[in-house]
């Protein structure tokens, strides 16, 4: 309540801080979350463009796109997307922890390195 009588709300942010000691914890979940939003990001994407190859509903990104949305609703871009994203979170974790062992250990979502 300021002067007069008038309320004046506020703008307030969500502040999330969490804190970790150990440094390497600290680092592992943030690279986690980066690799989930990420991940999470390039989904619709990736959708289409399955769709895109395979040429089962179009030729163009937007007539795909649209007969997705149709069809199946926005959660039917994001089909697909949720052992990618487990298994780019277990790859983290491993090659964050086990560094010598992690070149030896591929998952379905990682590419080949040249």
Request: charged share 25%; aromatic share 6%; hydrophobic share 35%.
């Amino acid at each position: 309540m300021e002067g007069n009588g008038v309320f004046v709300k506020k703008k307030t942010r969500l502040k999330v801080k969490i804190k970790f000691g150990n440094p390497s914890l600290r680092r592992l979940i943030s690279g986690a979350i980066a690799g989930a939003v990420s991940r999470t990001c390039v989904g619709p994407l990736e959708t289409i463009r399955t769709h895109l190859m395979v040429g089962s509903s179009g030729h163009s990104t937007t007539k795909v796109s649209q007969d997705i949305m149709q069809t199946k609703g926005w959660t039917g871009l994001f089909r697909g997307n949720l052992w990618p994203l487990v298994s780019i979170l277990v790859a983290k974790l491993i090659k964050k922890h086990d560094p010598p062992h992690a070149d030896r250990i591929r998952f379905s979502g990682d590419r080949l390195r040249s």
